[in-house]
C-alpha cells in the first residue's frame, strides 16, 4: 500500500545481507537509482545492503519471457542503485517474503531473476535454498589459466574468476587464519584492471575454516563490505574445491527439471566441513553474518542458509535525503525503468 508520500516496504536479511523488500506486484514503481541509493542509506533511509522489488513477471518487461515457468520477478538493486544479474542471499530473501506474505506456499518454486531462472526451496520454518546454477570459471584460452591480479585489503593476490551469474573474484590469503582475516582491513575498495573485469567484480578473500571448509570475508560491487554474499559464498566454495582437486561426478541428477536443475534443499548435512558424497562436493561457509552451506553438483550448485524477515513500515518518501515524490512508471511506458 502506498500513496504520495509513503511507501510500504519489509526489511530482510540473511546471514546479515540486508534488503528493503518492495512489494509492486504490478511493476508500478519506477525504481530509480536514486531512490534505491536514497533507500539503502544507513543514516538519512531504511540501511541495506539492495533493494528487492517484488514485481510479477508478466509486469516486469526483463523477465516476459520468464512467464511461463515463473509467476514472480526478482527486481535486485545494489545499494549503489546499479542492477546486479544475480544475488544469492537476496532469492533466499524474496522467496521467504513471498512465502510469508502469502503469494506462494510453502515448498519448491521458481523465480525468474536476470540471471535466469532459479528454483527455491522455502520450508514454513528454517533455512531456505535457492538453486544458483553452474558455476563458470572464466579462462584465457591462448593464455592458459587466467589468474587476474586484485589488490585487496592492501594485499596482492592472483584471484580465481568465477561467475555465479555474476561475476566474482575469490582470492586465497593461505598465510592467514580466521582470526587474522577478521583483522583486514577492507574499507577501500579493491583494484583490479578493467579488462579482467569489464563489469566490474565482487571480491572475496577465502581462508582455509578450522573444521574445513572456508571462511570468507567480501567487497561487493556496488556496496562495499558486506556482512554475506550467497553468489559469493557459492563462487569461494566451488574455487575452494577445485583448487583441492574436488569436483562433482556424474551428469544431470535425477532430480532435475529443464533449465532450472534439480530439488533445492534436499538432504545435505548442516554444517558439513567440506567433503565429497553422491557425487556432489559439499562446503561450509562462514561469512561475517553467520553461516552458508554449498552443495556443488555436477549440474548446479545449491546455497542454504537462514532468510529472515526484520520489521515493516512505511518510509516517508519526502523525507528521504534527495528524492521527491515516489517515481512511478508513466501509463504510456512498457515497463519500470532499469536504469543503472
Ligand atoms: N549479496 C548478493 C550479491 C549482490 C550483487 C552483487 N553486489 C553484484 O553486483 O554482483 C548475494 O548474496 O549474492
Not at 587464519?177 to 579488462?195: I, K, N, Q, T
Request: glycine letters at 16%.
Amino acid at each position: 500500500m502506498r500513496d504520495d508520500q509513503q511507501l510500504r516496504f519489509v526489511k530482510g536479511q540473511g546471514t546479515g545481507n540486508d534488503f528493503v523488500i518492495l512489494p509492486d506486484p504490478d511493476g508500478d514503481l519506477d525504481l530509480t537509482p536514486e531512490l534505491v541509493r536514497a533507500l539503502c542509506d544507513r543514516r538519512t533511509g531504511i540501511g541495506a545492503d539492495g533493494v528487492l522489488r517484488v514485481v510479477l513477471s508478466a509486469a516486469a518487461p526483463e523477465a516476459v519471457p520468464f512467464v511461463g515457468s515463473a509467476r514472480w520477478f526478482m527486481d535486485h538493486r545494489n545499494a549503489d542503485g546499479s542492477l546486479a544479474q544475480m544475488c544469492g542471499n537476496g532469492a533466499r530473501v524474496f522467496a521467504r517474503y513471498l512465502v510469508e506474505a502469502g503469494y506462494v506456499r510453502p515448498g519448491g518454486f521458481v523465480l525468474a531473476t536476470r540471471a535466469g531462472l532459479r528454483r527455491v526451496e522455502v520450508p514454513p520454518v528454517g533455512d531456505v535454498t535457492v538453486e544458483m546454477g553452474p558455476p563458470s570459471f572464466a579462462a584465457r584460452a591462448a593464455a592458459g589459466p587466467f589468474a587476474p591480479p586484485v589488490s585487496v585489503a592492501g594485499r596482492e593476490f592472483d584471484a580465481v574468476a568465477v561467475s555465479m551469474g555474476n561475476p566474482h573474484a575469490v582470492c586465497f590469503a593461505d598465510d592467514l587464519d580466521v582470526a587474522a582475516l577478521r583483522g583486514l582491513d577492507l574499507s577501500r575498495a579493491p583494484r583490479f584492471r578493467a579488462d579482467d573485469f569489464p563489469e566490474g567484480v565482487n571480491v572475496e578473500i577465502v581462508v582455509d575454516r578450522p573444521g574445513g571448509g572456508v571462511a570468507m570475508r567480501v567487497y561487493e560491487r556496488g556496496v562495499g563490505e558486506t556482512a554475506s554474499c550467497g553468489t559469493g559464498a557459492c563462487a569461494a566454495a566451488v574455487a575452494w574445491a577445485d583448487r583441492h582437486g574436488h569436483r562433482p561426478t556424474g551428469g544431470t541428477t535425477a532430480a532435475s527439471a529443464g533449465d532450472v536443475g534439480g530439488a533445492a534443499g534436499a538432504g545435505g548435512a548442516a554444517g558439513a566441513g567440506g567433503g565429497v558424497g553422491g557425487g556432489e562436493v559439499e562446503v561450509a561457509v562462514d561469512v561475517p553474518g553467520g553461516a552458508l552451506n554449498v552443495r556443488w553438483r555436477a549440474d548446479t550448485v545449491l546455497l542454504r542458509g537462514p532468510a529472515e524477515l526484520v520489521f515493516d513500515g512505511a518510509v516517508r518518501i519526502g523525507m528521504l535525503g534527495g528524492t521527491g515524490p515516489i517515481p512511478t512508471r508513466p501509463a504510456s511506458a512498457g515497463g519500470p525503468s532499469l536504469r543503472s
